[in-house]
Nanobody
């Protein structure tokens, strides 16, 4: 089992920045990728960003590319999402997820085995 704990959400004005963190614990040796997803009220959950644990390849939702950066810290088993130039449409609950060896694509939530509890990000206009 892997446990994921997110932190760093909050309220920010449009144009501002936030950094989300997700710390993994437990059987972390099986993690092959970690990702961030978000869900806004009344909308389906959507992929935001992912990083391959070994090698560091990254993937982004088109609307956040150039504004958001995903990174990882091996030593701390932690993944980060730096969010700059935030827009009101970025408002959502952000979830961290971890994928194991069976994952083949990283933008699909079904490929992830473990999920955090979510952290609220609210961007005011």
């Amino acid at each position: 089992q892997v446990q994921l704990v997110e932190s760093g959400g909050g309220l920010v004005q449009a144009g501002g920045s936030l950094r989300l963190s997700c710390a993994a614990s437990g059987r972390t040796s099986g993690i092959t990728a970690m990702g961030w997803f978000r869900q806004a009220p009344g909308k389906e959950r959507e992929f935001v960003a992912a990083i391959v644990w070994s090698g560091g390849s990254t993937y982004y939702l088109g609307s956040v590319k150039g504004r958001f950066t995903i990174s990882r810290d091996y030593a701390k088993n932690t993944v980060y999402l730096q969010m700059n130039s935030l827009k009101p449409e970025d408002t959502a609950v952000y979830y961290c997820a971890a994928a194991g060896p069976r994952a083949t694509v990283y933008f699909a939530g079904g490929q992830y085995d473990y999920w955090g509890q979510g952290t609220q990000v609210t961007v005011s206009s």
